[in-house]
């Protein structure tokens, strides 16, 4: 048997790569709706279906966002989701909502979304917001009530109110559930803890000064 040429090689290897991509993407739906069953003890990438006899309109339905939330914590800032976890017929649709609200001077912390680009629509009030690159550039904006920015998926980014009044703003997500990681949060307040050697070299500080920040995110006794 004739061996093969390098061109026809090539053409093996890029057939054999497109059917492994094609293979390991995500599938479109396969059915209207899995209302997730939280309860479930399965474990999968998502959540399993609930019994469609057991669907309600219920699981389709929140009224968690309608309200403000309470700001008086530490950041002056609350975010309530409206995703998979308290509106579970999202479940496999690939959306979900958040409310944030912001006391004067309140702030949403440097964090990200590892699953989510995420879009905020500012209901009340002024804010000054802000992603970096990974090429450490900042794009910043100042946005009012009306206006419109995105965060792209997986970018470190943050809110501030630095008005006078308090400030809120719908977000939108391309995830059932976007995740979220605080940057100071994450770093300081670990379980177990990142060693203060680690910190303190990466942050070019002594050790000292990173005991002290891990003690501002202990929680509350």
């Known amino acids: 048997m ?14 054999g790569l497109t059917v492994f991509i094609s293979a390991s993407a995500d599938p479109d739906m396969l059915q209207d709706l899995c209302v997730a069953d939280l309860s479930s003890g399965i ?15 219920a699981d389709f339905f929140s009224q968690g966002i309608a309200n403000p939330g309470l700001t008086n914590n530490t950041f002056g800032a609350l975010v309530t989701g409206a ?7 999202l479940n496999t ?7 944030i609200d912001y006391a004067p001077g309140g702030l949403n912390p440097p964090h990200t979304h590892p ?10 009030g002024e804010l000054d917001v802000g992603f970096l690159t990974t090429a450490n550039k900042l794009i910043a904006q100042s946005i009012k009530k009306g206006d419109v920015f995105a965060f792209p998926k997986g970018l470190v980014h943050f809110q501030k109110n630095n008005g006078r009044v308090p400030a809120s ?12 990681q605080s940057l100071g949060a994450t770093l300081f307040g670990s379980t177990p803890p990142v060693p203060d050697n680690i910190l303190a070299q990466a942050f070019q500080t002594s050790s000292g000064t990173v005991k002290h920040i891990k003690s501002k995110f202990q929680p509350k006794k």
């Open 115 to 124: 699953r989510a680009t995420e879009v905020v629509f500012v209901l009340e």
């Open 169 to 180: 703003v719908l977000s939108a997500f391309n995830s059932q559930l976007p995740g979220t």
């Open 2 to 15: 004739a061996s093969s040429s390098p061109t026809q090689t090539l053409l093996l290897l890029l057939i």
């Open 83 to 89: 995703n998979v976890m308290t509106i579970p017929g």
């Open 43 to 57: 474990k999968i990438n998502g959540f399993p279906c609930k019994d469609a006899a057991a669907v309600t309109p």
């Open 93 to 99: 649709l690939g959306v979900s909502l958040a409310r």
